[in-house]
T-cell receptor, first 111, second 114 residues
C-alpha cells in the first residue's frame, strides 16, 4: 500500500523567511503533483513532476523530485502572506489512474 | 471557460435517503475521479473512470456507486447514506488518464448526513 507523508503538517512562518515542505512516499513512482488549497476552496494545481531530478519553479515556490529517495520538496522563498494555504502532494503509482495524497501542510505566513 | 462543475454545492440529508452528486467537465477529459476530504486524512479516492463505461474502485469505495454513461458526466451515488459519509467531496478530471497531466478539481460538495 502506498503511503504518502508530508512534514511538517503545520507551519507558521514569518514573511521574508525561507522554508521547505517535505513529501515522502513509500513506493516507486515517477509522477508527483503539488496542489494548493485555500480555506473553503477547491484544489489548484501548482506543479507536475514527471521524472527524477525534475525541478519546477513558479514565483516564490520551487518543487523538486528525487525518485531514488522517494522524496519531493516544496521550497518557499521569501514568504509572503498570500502564500498562506494548505499544500498537498500527491503521488501517482499506476500510470495515471490512482492518486494518493499526503495529509497536507497548513502554511500560515505571518506579517 | 474550462471547468469542472459539481451540484449541489451543499447538501444536508438524513440517513438512508438516496442522493446523487453530479459532476460535469467541459474539457473532453477521458479520466474522471471522485475524492472525499476529511480533516487530518487529506483526500482519499472513492472511484475513478478511465473512459465511458470504464470505472474502478479507489481506496474508499464502500457505500458509493458511480456511473459513466457520457464522457462529460460522472455522478456519485449514495444509495443509503450514513453519518460517516459526512464529508467534503471533490470531483476531478484530466486528460491522458491523469498520467502526464494534472487533475482539475471541481468546487466541492459539502455533504452532511444526519
Amino acid at each position: 500500500e502506498l503511503k504518502v507523508e508530508q512534514n511538517p503538517l503545520f507551519l507558521s512562518m514569518q514573511e521574508e523567511k525561507n522554508y521547505t515542505i517535505y513529501c515522502n512516499y513509500s513506493t516507486t513512482s515517477d509522477r508527483l503533483y503539488w496542489y494548493r488549497q485555500d480555506p473553503g476552496k477547491s484544489l489548484e494545481s501548482l506543479f507536475v513532476l514527471l521524472s527524477n531530478g525534475a525541478v519546477k519553479q513558479e514565483g516564490r515556490l520551487m518543487a523538486s523530485l528525487d525518485t531514488k529517495a522517494r522524496l519531493s520538496t516544496l521550497h518557499i522563498t521569501a514568504a509572503v502572506h498570500d502564500l498562506s494555504a494548505t499544500y498537498f502532494c500527491a503521488v501517482d503509482m499506476t500510470s495515471g489512474s490512482r492518486l494518493t495524497f499526503g495529509e497536507g501542510t497548513q502554511l500560515t505566513v505571518n506579517p | 471557460e474550462a471547468q469542472v462543475t459539481q451540484n449541489p454545492r451543499y447538501l444536508i440529508t438524513v440517513t438512508g435517503k438516496k442522493l446523487t452528486v453530479t459532476c460535469s467537465q467541459n474539457m473532453n477529459h477521458e479520466y474522471m475521479s471522485w475524492y472525499r476530504q476529511d480533516p487530518g486524512l487529506g483526500l482519499r479516492q472513492i472511484y475513478y473512470s478511465m473512459n465511458v463505461e470504464v470505472t474502478d474502485k479507489g481506496d474508499v469505495p464502500e457505500g458509493y456507486k458511480v456511473s459513466r454513461k457520457e464522457k462529460r458526466n460522472f455522478p456519485l451515488i449514495l444509495e443509503s447514506p450514513s453519518p460517516n459519509q459526512t464529508s467534503l467531496y471533490f470531483c476531478a478530471s484530466s486528460s491522458l488518464a491523469g498520467g502526464a497531466d494534472t487533475q482539475y478539481f471541481g468546487p466541492g460538495t459539502r455533504l452532511t448526513v444526519l
